[in-house]
T-cell receptor, first 112, second 115 residues
């Protein structure tokens, strides 16, 4: 099984609604990051949360981290059609600083 | 524009061909990476270079051969590939090796199709 797994695998919502994506991981981490990927393009970094932080905000993004449950969530508020993309969580492992382990992603579709 | 440029964007090659993917970063970073992205699979880390020295090789088949001539350039040499090697190959860079707090900057990727 994988270090990072996102849930749900796919999410469809209307513009203006909020979108919540979850990520679970298995081993101890230094930090957890969220990335976005438009279809067929490279990944773009959205936000990083360190293992000693519980919540972080960036514009319409809100990320939470619960290290006791080994889980994180990404909330996108007031979604727009332009938010349509795949979203990945990536964990920086505390025992191997050269690896950033990505999950399989959540595909978000926002309908106008 | 992320500051990481990959060429070519698309490549079709036969199983007996030899080709190379090129990556250049304009960010002054010291670490560079190759990732492979296949359908419905997590991103797979292939190689890590730090200050032009390979520091990580995740058991990648020898038909993939990386080269890092300087801290701004990274190549992935391809030879005798298999159809299952068809994927999106992503180059990335970071300020330093992935110590806590570093983020990765990705290129747009090279779509590889092996026929």
């Amino acid at each position: 099984s994988q270090q990072g797994e996102e849930d749900p695998q796919a999410l469809s919502i209307q513009e203006g609604e909020n979108a919540t994506m979850n990520c679970s991981y298995k081993t101890s981490i230094n930090n957890l990051q969220w990335y976005r990927q438009n279809s067929g393009r490279g990944l773009v970094h959205l936000i990083l949360i360190r293992s000693n932080e519980r919540e972080k905000h960036s514009g319409r993004l809100r990320v939470t981290l619960d290290t006791s449950k080994k889980s994180s969530s990404l909330l996108i508020t007031a979604s727009r059609a332009a938010d349509t993309a795949s979203y990945f969580c990536a964990t920086g492992l505390s025992y191997n600083t050269d690896k950033l382990i990505f999950g399989t992603g959540t595909r978000l579709q926002v309908f106008p | 524009e992320t500051g990481v440029t990959q060429t070519p964007r698309h490549l079709v090659m036969g199983m007996t061909n030899k080709k190379s993917l090129k990556c250049e970063q304009h960010l002054g970073h010291n670490a560079m990476y190759w990732y492979k992205q296949s359908a419905k699979k997590p991103l797979e880390l292939m190689f890590v270079y730090s200050l032009e020295e390979r520091v990580e090789n995740n058991s990648v088949p020898s038909r993939f051969s990386p080269e890092c001539p300087n801290s701004s350039h990274l190549f992935l040499h391809l030879h005798t590939l298999q159809p299952e090697d068809s994927a999106l190959y992503l180059c990335a860079s970071s300020q330093e090796r992935l110590l806590s707090g570093n983020t990765i900057y990705f290129g747009e990727g090279s779509w590889l199709t092996v026929v």
